[in-house]
């Protein structure tokens, strides 16, 4: 596959870290306002919540998962980027200590 893709380079990587960080923040964003309006309580939530506070926190959470992605995308504390070639038992229990 690295033959047809060619090789990864630093904005490949900043892509796949953007769009990682960025997905796994919807998912959480959507996944929290689903458990609110299911249970009621979400009503209650968004009438103290004006549009900045709410970019805000999204924009908080969003750069802490993206840089959690992108240390767990390059490998965390010095221990090479995941790709085809590494280990991939090492780099599942890398991201699930980065929480990518």
């Known amino acids: 596959m690295d033959?047809?893709?060619?090789?990864?380079?630093?904005?490949?990587?900043?892509?796949?870290?953007?769009?990682?960080?960025?997905?796994?923040?919807?998912?959480?964003i959507v996944s929290a306002v689903l458990v609110l309006h299911l249970s009621g309580a979400l009503a209650g939530l968004l009438t103290g919540l004006n549009t900045l506070t709410g970019l805000a926190l999204f924009a908080a959470l969003w750069a802490t998962t993206t840089w959690s992605t992108g240390r767990a995308i390059r490998g965390g504390r010095g221990t090479g980027p995941c790709d085809a070639h590494t280990?991939?038992?090492?780099?599942?229990?890398?991201?699930?200590?980065?929480?990518?």
């Open 3 to 28: 033959e047809l893709l060619g090789p990864r380079g630093a904005g490949s990587e900043r892509f796949v870290t953007f769009a990682f960080g960025t997905f796994h923040t919807v998912i959480f």
């Open 87 to 100: 280990d991939r038992v090492g780099c599942h229990a890398r991201g699930t200590i980065w929480r990518a």
